[in-house]
Structures are given as structure tokens and as C-alpha cells.
């Protein structure tokens, strides 16, 4: 006759502060708790990111519902063992603002209306900066990076170019380009210290 | 261009390929570890500049989202994580394409492929609601499991959940039932055995996995051998082939 074994040791009760991923298994499960708690935990991120990639607010504000809602479809499908929940909720906001942005404007007049200042965007994260820790270590950690790369990146990032038009407005080269934005992004996570 | 696609990572990080380059590196993806591994990653790293401009949204997006997703169905979860490793004869498996649905059997996966007919459908439903049911219980908390060696080494695996009131039973390398009998389960408690269903067969006569739902007050399951369709009186015809305590 065996003996009972605790299939899930050390999980007991339901832990006291979910964290995104806890919360996104029980919205996988149909908690809809557990979402609106989701929803207060990453929705500024989700907003804020959109609101700097398309700038129309309320262009922002249909993206940030269209993501959650995409999270609530598809949760099931989410494998932990690819990143963190956050991770892919931001990934899928980025995705949904950058296709928004491109349809939305033609490629040459996106390139025209680029604020041609002469130097990297440092700017780019003072503004709406909510999470004032994020958004020191942000800029702390693209200091770390040549100005070339920082504009790759913050270009590629928070306008939603592609390598292809960022070549252009940088004047560089394509494989030039994509190694600056493979670097940059290399060094960013060096300095962050991001643990996947 | 293949020498090259290493060197895309960072930009398809960034969200910064056209529609075509993009479709093209996910296939690379697949076949890429090292790439998949350097893109989640990197991804994480760009996920953290779109954390630095956070700005909360209107209280209206809430709203509506909230009424929305009362009346928004979910897609099936496609995977049940199922520890310690010694479960995975057992479990529901995922598989990688998202219209076959898995049914537990002893010994295997039995496969249920998502067909357009209707009978078809309604039979996938039935067995993803069983799947689903059977996962919750594997997947909760409190999750205990009991095992039973069996004479002639038939093994049974039970998983209960109290907070679930349910339990799972799985077999392996149990023989099929005789010709005109199957094996019914039962649930015991103070009162007695109460009956839990029959254990079905599946497609090689072995039981397959049996949700047994309620397990109320119970101390005991039992597995007794009966007649065809199971017991005609209520109660066990004969002693159980297997018992296993629930306390």
C-alpha cells in the first residue's frame, strides 16, 4: 500500500503577493480575479509603452485593450519556460504598437518627420516616466552604450523602425546596422542584469 | 542571407524586421536554440525599455475589459506540467499541434484528432472537458499520489485534490476487464461504498484514466471487477482487486 506524497511539495496555499506568472497560470484556468490583479500589475507598462510608440492616445488605449483581451484568449497557450509572463505581455504590446504605427504612416514620411536634433535621443525616457526606478536604470544602463547603438536601439524600439529605414536615417550600413542594435541590446541586458 | 540570420537577433528583439524577414527568422527559430535562448533574452532586455515610459491607463480601459472578458471563451491550455518526472506515463500529454486533444490511457496517449465533423467536435469536447478536468486535479496545490501494486504487477496511481474534491485514477499494465465485465470503481466512507462509474476501456481494452468526482468524506477507493455495465445491485458483487486509502 503506498504512501500519500505531496504531488506539488512547498505549493500548499495560494502565496499572499502573486506575482505575474502565478497570476497568468490562474488566468489560464479562467480566474478572472486573477486578470483584473494581472491587469493592475502590468497595465501601465502596457499602456505607457504603447502611448511612446503611437502617440495617439486613444490608439494607445485600444492597444492596451487589445492585448489584455489576447491575454485572457491565450494565456493557456503561455510557456513558462520561454520568459516571464511580464516579458511576453510587453512583447505582445510592442508587436501590436509597432504594426499600428507602420500601417497607420507611410515609411517616408516616417523617416521625414524624424527629429533630426544631430544627437541620440536621450530624451526619449524622461518623458512619461512613471517608474522613476525603471527609468533611471534605463538610462543609466544606455549610457553604457555607444551613441550609435543608443540610437539603433531607441529608434528601433521607441519609434517602431525597421533595421532597414534606421540604416537609412543613420546612414550606415545594414549589417552595420543590425549589429548595433544586437550589441546595444547585449550590453543593455550586461548592465540590467537581466535574468530571463 | 543564411550566414547572416545569427546577426537578426537583436533587431527581431527590437520588433525592427519587416513582415517577410520576420516570418523568415521565426522558421529559423525552430530549428535554433541558441538563437531562441539570445532571443528571449534579448527580448526580456527590450521588455524592460518599455517598462521605463510605464504611464497607467484610464480606469475606463479597465472597465470594459473586465465586462469583456466575461463573455470572451478561452483557448484550451495546451500543456499540463506534471511533476515528479515518473507522472509523464500518466499525464496528459501537449502535444505540439493545437488541434489534437490527448486522452489518458494506461500505457499511453490516445489521440483525438480535431476533425471538422460535427460527432467529431462534440467528441473532442467531451474529451477536452475530461482533459481539462483530469489536469486540474494533477495541477492543484494539494495534489497527493498513492500507488498500488496490484497481484500480477498491475500498478494504479491515484491522484487526489481536497480542494478539488476529485481524484484521478490511472492504470498501467492493467489487463482488460473479462468480456462481459468491467471494472467499477467505488468510493468508501463511513456509510459504506458508494459507486464511482466504470472504469472505461479504451482502444486496447485497458482501463483508461477515470475522473472520479467528489470524493466528499470518503476514506478509501475501491476497484472491483463486475458485471458488464457494473454492478446491478449498488454495491460490490465481490471483494476489491485494489483498495487504496484516501485518509
Redesign the interface.
Known amino acids: 500500500?503506498?504512501?500519500?506524497?505531496?504531488?506539488?511539495p512547498g505549493?500548499?496555499?495560494?502565496p499572499d503577493a502573486p506575482d505575474p506568472d502565478s497570476l497568468l497560470q490562474a488566468v489560464?484556468?479562467?480566474d478572472?480575479q486573477a486578470?483584473?490583479e494581472l491587469?493592475?500589475q502590468l497595465?501601465?507598462?502596457?499602456?505607457?509603452?504603447a502611448?511612446?510608440v503611437v502617440r495617439d492616445p486613444v490608439r494607445a488605449?485600444e492597444i492596451?485593450?487589445e492585448v489584455?483581451?489576447q491575454v485572457?484568449?491565450?494565456?493557456?497557450?503561455f510557456?513558462?519556460g520561454?520568459?516571464?509572463a511580464?516579458?511576453w505581455v510587453?512583447?505582445l504590446?510592442?508587436?501590436r504598437a509597432?504594426d499600428a504605427v507602420r500601417r497607420d504612416q507611410s515609411a517616408s514620411d516616417r523617416e521625414d518627420r524624424y527629429d533630426w536634433t544631430g544627437g541620440p535621443d536621450y530624451d526619449?525616457?524622461d518623458?512619461?516616466?512613471?517608474?522613476r526606478l525603471?527609468?533611471e536604470?534605463?538610462?543609466r544602463c544606455l549610457q553604457t552604450l555607444t551613441d550609435l547603438q543608443k540610437e539603433a536601439?531607441?529608434l528601433?524600439?521607441?519609434g517602431?523602425?525597421?533595421?532597414?529605414e534606421?540604416a537609412r536615417m543613420l546612414e550606415a550600413t545594414l549589417?552595420t546596422?543590425?549589429?548595433?542594435?544586437?550589441?546595444?541590446?547585449?550590453r543593455?541586458?550586461d548592465c540590467?542584469g537581466?535574468?530571463? | 542571407m543564411n550566414d547572416d540570420v545569427h546577426t537578426l537577433v537583436g533587431a527581431y528583439a527590437l520588433d525592427a524586421l519587416d513582415t517577410d524577414e520576420q516570418a523568415r527568422f521565426e522558421d529559423h527559430l525552430h530549428t535554433c536554440a541558441p538563437c531562441r535562448e539570445e532571443v528571449e533574452e534579448l527580448q526580456a532586455t527590450a521588455a524592460r525599455l518599455g517598462v521605463a515610459v510605464a504611464a497607467p491607463a484610464p480606469p475606463v480601459v479597465r472597465e470594459r475589459l473586465m465586462e469583456a472578458i466575461a463573455r470572451t471563451p478561452q483557448e484550451r491550455p495546451r500543456t499540463v506540467v506534471v511533476e515528479p518526472a515518473r507522472w509523464r506515463r500518466w499525464a496528459p500529454r501537449a502535444l505540439a499541434a493545437a488541434a489534437a486533444v490527448a486522452v489518458v490511457t494506461s500505457g499511453g496517449a490516445y489521440l483525438v484528432e480535431h476533425e471538422r465533423s460535427q460527432e467529431a467536435q462534440q467528441q473532442v469536447q467531451v474529451a477536452q472537458q475530461q482533459t481539462e478536468a483530469m489536469s486540474a486535479v494533477l495541477a492543484a496545490p494539494d495534489a497527493e499520489v498513492r500507488s498500488v501494486t496490484l497481484d500480477g504487477g498491475a500498478r494504479l496511481r491515484v491522484v487526489s485534490s481536497t480542494s478539488l474534491d476529485r481524484a484521478v485514477v490511472a492504470s498501467a499494465e492493467m489487463p482488460a476487464a473479462g468480456p462481459d465485465q468491467d471494472y467499477e470503481l467505488w468510493t468508501i466512507d463511513a456509510d459504506g461504498p458508494e459507486s464511482a462509474g466504470i472504469m472505461e476501456p479504451g482502444e486496447d481494452g485497458a482501463p483508461k484514466a477515470q475522473l472520479v468526482d467528489g470524493l466528499g468524506s470518503a476514506t478509501a477507493l475501491a476497484i472491483t471487477v463486475e458485471p458488464e455495465g457494473g454492478s446491478p445491485n449498488g454495491q460490490p458483487t465481490s471483494d476489491p482487486i485494489a483498495t487504496v486509502d484516501l485518509a
Open positions: 500500500m503506498g504512501e500519500a506524497v505531496p504531488l506539488h505549493r500548499g496555499d495560494v489560464a484556468r479562467g478572472e486578470f483584473g491587469y493592475d497595465s501601465a507598462g502596457v499602456h505607457g509603452l502611448r511612446r488605449e492596451a485593450q489584455f483581451l485572457w484568449q491565450t494565456a493557456g497557450r510557456d513558462a520561454r520568459g516571464s511580464r516579458t510587453l512583447t504590446t510592442h508587436r509597432v526619449v525616457v518623458e512619461e516616466v512613471s517608474s525603471e527609468g536604470q534605463v538610462r536601439v531607441t528601433a524600439y521607441y517602431g523602425y525597421t533595421y532597414a534606421v549589417p546596422t543590425k549589429t548595433r542594435m544586437r550589441d546595444g541590446l547585449i543593455l541586458r540590467m537581466v535574468a530571463v
